[in-house]
C-alpha cells in the first residue's frame, strides 16, 4: 500500500510530458517538426542576453541572490515602483501558486473565467481552495457574469489579459466593471504573460490600471516575449508593498537562479530589441490571422502570440492531423486548439495542415 496522499492532490491528474518535435521527427521520419504548442517566441534569447549568461555561468557554484537585488532594482525602475512592491518568482506561475498560499485556503473562493490559463485549477486546488469557474462570453472573459460570481467566500480573482488559450483580451471597459466589482478584502490578479504582444490600445496595462488600487496586483513574465522560458524568471507588480512581502512569504528559497536573475536584467536592458521581435510577431500573426479566415477557419482577434481555433468537439482530431504533418498544436479537448506563432516557414507548414484538413472534409 502507498502512503496515502491528501485527497485532493490525489485526485489530480498526473503529470503528462507533451509530444517532443525530436520524437514526433523521428516517428515520421522527417528531418524536423514544428512545435507550436507552449506559446514559447521561435527565437533564442537576444544576443546580449546569451552573453549574459554566458558570462554568469562561472559563477553558479554560489547560491543566488534570494531577494533578487538587481533584477528587482531595475524593475523598479522600469516600472517606476518602489523596490518593495515587486516581487520575483520562479515564472510567473510559481507567483500565481505563490499568491494562492499567501492569500487563500479553504473555505474560500477563487474565480477564474474558464477556459482559461490550466494552471489555475490546479494551483487553486493545491492551495485548498474553492475554483469559481465562469464561462467565457464570445471567447473573452464576461465581466458582468464574473462580477455577479463574487460572493463574501471570494478571496481572489485571476484575469488572464490576453487570455490564454482563447487569445482575447479584455478591454478597457470590461475591466474597471469587474474591478469596481470586487470589494477591497479580495485581491485581483491580472496575469499579463503576454502583454508585450498587445497592439490595440483600448487593452489597458496592468500597471496603469493598479494606480490607486490596492487590492490588484500584475504578473508578467520573461518566459514569452523575452524568449527566456527555459529559464524560469517572472514577476509580480503592486502598488501596496504588502501583497509583494506577502507573495515572498511563500517563495521557494533560491529558486530563481543566478542565471535566470541575470538574463532577466540584460533583458530589461535591451527592450528595444525585444520590441522589434514582438512586432515581426504580431505582424505574422496577422498574416496567420488572414490565411485562417481565406480558409474558412477564422479566429477570435489575438491579441498574443498565439491563435485559437474554435473546434468543439473535432479539437484533439484537429491535432491528431497536424501532428500526422509534423506539426505539434495545443488541442483541448471539446473546445479548441491552440497554435502558437512561430518563424514564417512554421507558420506556413500549420497553415497548409489547415488547408489540408479542410479539403480532407469537403
Ligand atoms: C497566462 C499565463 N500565465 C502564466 C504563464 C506562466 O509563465 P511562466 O511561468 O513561464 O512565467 C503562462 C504560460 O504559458 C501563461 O500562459
Known sequence: ???????????????????????????????????????????????????????????????????????????????????????????????????????????????????????????????????????????????????????????????????????????????????????PDTLIVIDEAYREFVTDPDIPDGRELMRGRPNVCVLRTFSKAYGLAGLRVGYLLAEDPAIATAVRKTYVPFSVSTLAQVAAVASLAAEDEMRERCAAVVAERERVTAALADLGQPVPKSHANFVWLVLGTEALAFAGFCEARGVIVRPFAGDGARVTIGQPYENDAFLSAVAAWDASRA
Not at 90 to 110: A, H, K
Not at 121 to 132: D, I
Not at 153 to 166: I, L, S
Open 1 to 183: 500500500m502507498s502512503v496515502p496522499v491528501r485527497p485532493a492532490i490525489a485526485e489530480l491528474p498526473a503529470y503528462k510530458p507533451g509530444r517532443s518535435a525530436a520524437d514526433l521527427a523521428r516517428e515520421l521520419g522527417l528531418s524536423q517538426a514544428i512545435k507550436l504548442a507552449s506559446n514559447e517566441i521561435a527565437y533564442p534569447p537576444l544576443p546580449s542576453v546569451v552573453a549574459a549568461i554566458a558570462q554568469a555561468a562561472s559563477d553558479v557554484n554560489r547560491y543566488p541572490d534570494n531577494g533578487a537585488t538587481e533584477l528587482t532594482a531595475a524593475l523598479a525602475r522600469r516600472f517606476d515602483l518602489p523596490a518593495e512592491s515587486i516581487a520575483i518568482g520562479c515564472g510567473s506561475v510559481s507567483l500565481c501558486q505563490q499568491l494562492l498560499q499567501s492569500y487563500t485556503g479553504p473555505g474560500d473562493e477563487v474565480l477564474v473565467a474558464w477556459r482559461s490559463f490550466e494552471a489555475y485549477p490546479l494551483l487553486v486546488t493545491v492551495a485548498g481552495a474553492t475554483l469559481v469557474p465562469v464561462p467565457l462570453r464570445e471567447q473573452t472573459h464576461d465581466p458582468e457574469a464574473m462580477a455577479a460570481a463574487i460572493t463574501d467566500a471570494t478571496r481572489m480573482v485571476f484575469v488572464c489579459n490576453p487570455n490564454n488559450p482563447t487569445s482575447t483580451a479584455l478591454g478597457s471597459a470590461g475591466l474597471e466593471i469587474l474591478l469596481d466589482a470586487v470589494g
